[in-house]
Nanobody, 130 residues
Framework: EVQLVESGGGLVQAGGSLRLSCAAS????????IGWFRQAPGKEREGVSCISSSDGSTYYADSVKGRFTISSDNAKNTVYLQMNSLKPEDTAVYYC???????????????????????WGQGTQVTVSS
């Protein structure tokens, strides 16, 4: 079965950094779209960043461009989200998601649509204090 496990969340001061990890198993990791989404209480889930594990292409929401960096380590079946210059509005539960279908490169390139991703982790809490 496809399994995604997020880690690395926590409490950080505004301006600080965190690195989230998504450990994946149960699918061909190097032929997938991996996305990071976040959801704050009372808010809709929003796409943050996506990567194609096939070609390494990366995509970012406007709200995090220049601050967050997504990367993959195919040897470890792990995707990372390096979050710098964190703001209180970044506070949310962050979810890792995967699309393992035949259009994963397109899914990654159009990053941000929850319905494109069939597998989800349980989330990790990120809290940014002011």
């Amino acid at each position: 079965e496809v399994q995604l496990v997020e880690s690395g969340g926590g409490l950080v001061q505004a301006g600080g950094s965190l690195r989230l990890s998504c450990a994946a198993s149960g699918f061909t990791f190097d032929d997938a779209a991996i996305g990071w989404f976040r959801q704050a209480p009372g808010k809709e889930r929003e796409g943050v960043s996506c990567i194609s594990s096939s070609d390494g292409s990366t995509y970012y929401a406007d709200s995090v461009k220049g601050r967050f960096t997504i990367s993959s380590d195919n040897a470890k079946n792990t995707v990372y989200l390096q979050m710098n210059s964190l703001k209180p509005e970044d506070t949310a539960v962050y979810y890792c998601a995967a699309d393992v279908g035949p259009y994963s490169r397109v899914v990654a390139a159009t990053c941000g649509y929850s319905s494109d991703f069939g597998s989800w982790g349980q989330g990790t809490q990120v809290t940014v204090s002011s």
